[in-house]
Protein backbone atom coordinates (compact mmCIF):
# COMPACT_ATOMS: atom_id res chain seq x y z
CA UNK A 1 0.00 0.00 0.00
CA UNK A 2 1.62 3.42 -0.57
CA UNK A 3 1.05 5.95 2.00
CA UNK A 4 -0.32 9.23 0.76
CA UNK A 5 0.08 12.10 3.79
CA UNK A 6 -3.17 14.29 4.35
CA UNK A 7 -0.54 16.90 2.93
CA UNK A 8 0.52 15.28 -0.34
CA UNK A 9 -4.02 14.66 -0.94
CA UNK A 10 -4.16 18.35 -0.38
CA UNK A 11 -1.34 19.61 -3.05
CA UNK A 12 -2.88 17.27 -5.69
CA UNK A 13 -6.14 18.60 -4.86
CA UNK A 14 -5.16 22.16 -5.11
CA UNK A 15 -2.98 21.27 -8.03
CA UNK A 16 -6.14 19.59 -9.74
CA UNK A 17 -8.10 22.91 -8.88
CA UNK A 18 -5.64 25.32 -10.79
CA UNK A 19 -5.87 23.24 -13.83
CA UNK A 20 -9.65 24.34 -14.02
CA UNK A 21 -9.08 28.05 -12.63
CA UNK A 22 -6.47 30.35 -10.73
CA UNK A 23 -6.15 29.56 -7.42
CA UNK A 24 -7.70 32.16 -4.70
CA UNK A 25 -5.01 34.08 -2.68
CA UNK A 26 -5.72 31.61 0.30
CA UNK A 27 -4.96 28.29 -1.48
CA UNK A 28 -1.91 29.54 -3.10
CA UNK A 29 -1.03 30.18 0.78
CA UNK A 30 -2.03 27.06 1.66
CA UNK A 31 -0.36 25.32 -1.29
CA UNK A 32 3.09 26.73 -0.24
CA UNK A 33 2.08 25.79 3.22
CA UNK A 34 2.03 22.21 1.82
CA UNK A 35 4.96 22.43 0.47
CA UNK A 36 6.70 23.67 3.43
CA UNK A 37 5.55 20.92 5.44
CA UNK A 38 6.36 18.67 2.04
CA UNK A 39 9.95 19.89 2.21
CA UNK A 40 10.18 18.82 5.91
CA UNK A 41 8.56 14.99 5.64
CA UNK A 42 11.41 14.68 2.88
CA UNK A 43 14.64 16.39 4.67
CA UNK A 44 13.75 14.34 7.69
CA UNK A 45 13.27 10.79 5.84
CA UNK A 46 16.23 11.51 4.19
CA UNK A 47 18.44 12.57 7.12
CA UNK A 48 16.87 9.44 8.77
CA UNK A 49 17.87 6.77 5.93
CA UNK A 50 21.44 8.49 5.18
CA UNK A 51 22.57 7.75 9.00
CA UNK A 52 20.87 4.50 9.08
CA UNK A 53 23.25 3.44 5.97
CA UNK A 54 26.05 5.29 8.29
CA UNK A 55 25.15 2.92 11.10
CA UNK A 56 25.14 0.02 8.44
CA UNK A 57 28.44 0.81 7.18
CA UNK A 58 30.26 1.43 10.44
CA UNK A 59 28.51 -1.88 11.91
CA UNK A 60 26.30 -0.33 14.83
CA UNK A 61 23.60 -2.39 14.62
CA UNK A 62 21.67 -0.79 17.71
CA UNK A 63 21.71 2.69 16.15
CA UNK A 64 20.79 1.27 12.80
CA UNK A 65 17.90 -0.12 14.67
CA UNK A 66 16.95 2.77 16.26
CA UNK A 67 17.27 4.72 13.24
CA UNK A 68 15.17 1.88 11.25
CA UNK A 69 12.90 2.42 13.66
CA UNK A 70 12.01 6.18 13.62
CA UNK A 71 12.07 5.73 9.59
CA UNK A 72 9.15 3.57 10.33
CA UNK A 73 7.26 5.45 12.75
CA UNK A 74 7.71 8.39 10.42
CA UNK A 75 6.63 6.66 7.38
CA UNK A 76 3.31 5.23 9.66
CA UNK A 77 2.20 8.71 9.85
CA UNK A 78 1.93 9.16 5.91
CA UNK A 79 -1.14 7.81 6.18
Not at 34 to 39: E, P, Y
Amino acid sequence: MLAIHPVHRRMAELTTISRSRPLKVAEQLELFQCLNVNAKIVSELDKLKQLAFMAHEMGDMEWQMDLCARIEELEARMV
